[in-house]
């Protein structure tokens, strides 16, 4: 075996922290290697901006990529959600890790659920996809965007200056935090992001001992949904700061085991909405998410978004 040290590249956000050290005490674990955590300063984390104002998708990724790339780590650990979706030249997605649960969760003043919030309660999001949809709901609320970490941004319910805040479940669980959520949110009333709770584990293509090192980490049901749900989110044309949802779960069918995945797109003001589902072999995951997505330009999915196509 060999003994080389494996450099994990990582952003320095407790979340990010949170997430890089499971996976490195995962491969020290299991595989038996020595991991050291690098931590590199990325753009998202240099500015209190909106995403879209700083760089838009990848934000938070270009710089572990570039160290990646240039040989000053070995894997990089992301959230698969904050990816481009287009294939970065030269890297290589090795794993996806068994996925968190990726539905959003809230976090309200006085241990409210959304439904318990009143009218004019002001909901903290930097999420256009969460804003658009909970806006929708007609419930009245006034949606605030807010940038920070899970510390910030709890902290601005805690001080009563927001009603609540809407987070990913994944985050507050990976923190040790879930205690907090007053409410896990139906996907049926809020769909998740492309990839929300999943990570993605990169490496060099080149390497070929870190590629088949680290491929025993991958979770193919994982892998799969996320495939699905992100080859929507590409033939969308949309980023990561798109109202766009989607979910895909693996479920045993009559000819094996099939992907089931449901996909929105919505209008940034909640005024209206395309909702949609599919199915497909597992085996077809992308063609499952590409289908979906034409389903919902059909539909009007584009000017919805705002795009011009």
Do not use: W
């Amino acid at each position: 075996m060999s003994d080389r040290l494996l450099r994990l590249g990582t952003r320095g956000s407790a979340l990010a922290v949170a997430q890089s050290g499971g996976i490195a005490a995962t491969v020290i674990a299991e595989l038996g290697r020595h991991v050291e955590m690098v931590t590199v300063q990325t753009a998202g984390d240099l500015s209190s901006a909106a995403i879209a104002q700083i760089g838009g998708t990848g934000v938070f990724v270009t710089a572990l990529r570039d160290a990646l790339l240039a040989g000053e780590v070995d894997f990089a650990v992301h959230s698969y959600k904050d990816l481009p979706t287009a294939p970065a030249p030269g890297l290589t997605i090795v794993a996806v890790p068994p996925r968190q649960d990726p539905r959003d969760a809230l976090v309200a003043r006085d241990g409210l659920t959304l439904g318990e919030l009143p009218a004019g309660a002001r909901i903290g999001t930097g999420s256009p996809r969460r804003t658009a949809q909970i806006l929708g709901l007609g419930l009245g609320h006034e949606l605030v965007p807010i940038r920070g970490n899970v510390d910030t941004r709890i902290g601005k319910v805690r001080s009563g200056e927001l009603d609540a805040v809407v987070l990913a479940r994944a985050g507050l669980a990976r923190l040790d935090r879930l205690s907090e959520a007053t409410e896990v949110i139906d996907p049926l009333t809020v769909l998740p992001a492309p990839a929300q709770g999943a990570l993605a584990i990169e490496c060099r293509s080149d390497d070929e001992e870190v590629l088949a090192l680290l491929a025993a980490l991958d979770h193919p049901d994982s892998r799969t949904a996320v495939v699905a749900e992100r080859a929507l989110l590409a033939h969308l044309e949309a980023g990561c700061t798109a109202p766009v949802g989607a979910l895909a779960q693996v479920a045993e069918g009559d000819d094996g085991d099939e992907i089931y995945l449901r996909g929105l797109v919505a209008a940034l003001d909640g005024t209206d909405a395309v909702r949609l589902s599919a199915t497909g072999p597992t085996s077809d995951a992308a063609e499952v998410g590409r289908r979906l997505a034409a389903e919902l330009l059909d539909l009007g999915a584009a000017e919805l978004m705002g795009v011009m196509r």
